[in-house]
């Protein structure tokens, strides 16, 4: 499930540009801020219920925040993956790059599993938008990422 349709028409049109700013000259924090600054979150979004009830509610506050880290994190992942191909390496380890207050099991299990990193590449290029087949990140606020395994 992705959290871009959260955003504005206006935030839709220069997500690509601000991500890319992100990558290269700040951080997701900074990547955050922008999304608030220029009003660029949706304030509210439509639901469906199983009843087929649709509904009106606010967008959480933290919205923001969870596209921001979520993706920052995608494409890092993506960067280390592709530099570890380039330099030899085989795999990543997946640790908990941020603390969370409430860790679901399945993001404690993930920890310390290794991934071949073009099989970690390619799931994360083609999952975009919704559940990677490899579970990682094994959804928003995880605060799980990966790290190099040295030969």
Not at 35 to 57: D, H, K, N, Q, V
Not at 63 to 75: P, Q, V
Not at 112 to 140: C, F, K, Y
Request: hydrophobic residues 35%; contains cysteine; aromatic residues 8%.
């Amino acid at each position: 499930m992705t959290h871009a349709r959260r955003l504005t028409e206006e935030g839709a049109r220069l997500w690509p540009d601000l991500l890319r700013e992100a990558f290269l000259k700040y951080d997701d924090n900074w990547l955050k801020s922008q999304l608030f600054s220029r009003g660029l979150m949706r304030a509210s979004e439509y639901r469906r219920s199983r009843r087929s009830i649709i509904t009106a509610s606010r967008v959480s506050i933290r919205a923001a925040e969870t596209l921001a880290e979520g993706e920052f994190n995608r494409y890092y992942m993506r960067g280390l993956c592709r530099y570890m191909i380039e330099t030899g390496g085989t795999e990543v380890e997946v640790y908990r790059g941020k603390n969370v207050e409430n860790p679901r099991l399945g993001s404690v299990a993930m920890i310390e599993r290794r991934l071949l990193v073009q099989d970690l590449l390619n799931d994360l290029r083609i999952s975009q938008g919704i559940e990677p087949a490899l579970g990682l990140p094994p959804g928003p606020n995880s605060g799980l990422t990966v790290r190099r395994v040295e030969p």
